[in-house]
Nanobody, 120 residues
Framework: VQLQASGGGLVQAGDSLRLSCAAS????????MGWFRQAPGKEREFVAA?????LYADSVKGRFTISRDNAKNTVSLQMNSLKPEDTDVYYC?????????????????WGQGTQVTVSS
């Protein structure tokens, strides 16, 4: 599986941004898909995931929404009410198992990352 993330950019606090991740492969629908983020010098942090269940980090609940279109092999992250602390490089990830996890080591495939910068 190859993943290509896009949609990052520079926005102001309170703005919205939508990230997209395009995946290759015929069995996309069976994969668990997740979004993580990472700042320089910090560990990769879970954001959201969607497989047979949907998971969100507490820090983004009510503001971010993960969705997927299995017909188009895409997963998206709608980010509303952005805060400066949401500034990070965002990565999409895929797991062979639809039982998605909070833990990055449960995902076998990773995209290249897209930068999100939120100014105050």
């Amino acid at each position: 599986v190859q993943l290509q993330a896009s949609g990052g950019g520079l926005v102001q606090a309170g703005d919205s941004l939508r990230l997209s991740c395009a995946a290759s492969g015929r069995t996309f629908g069976s994969y668990g898909m997740g979004w993580f983020r990472q700042a320089p010098g910090k560990e990769r942090e879970f954001v959201a995931a969607r497989g047979w269940k949907t998971l969100y980090a507490d820090s983004v609940k009510g503001r971010f929404t993960i969705s997927r279109d299995n017909a188009k092999n895409t997963v998206s992250l709608q980010m509303n009410s952005l805060k400066p602390e949401d500034t990070d490089v965002y990565y999409c990830a895929a797991s062979r198992y639809s039982s998605v996890s909070y833990y990055s080591d449960q995902y076998e495939y990773w995209g290249q990352g897209t930068q999100v910068t939120v100014s105050s």
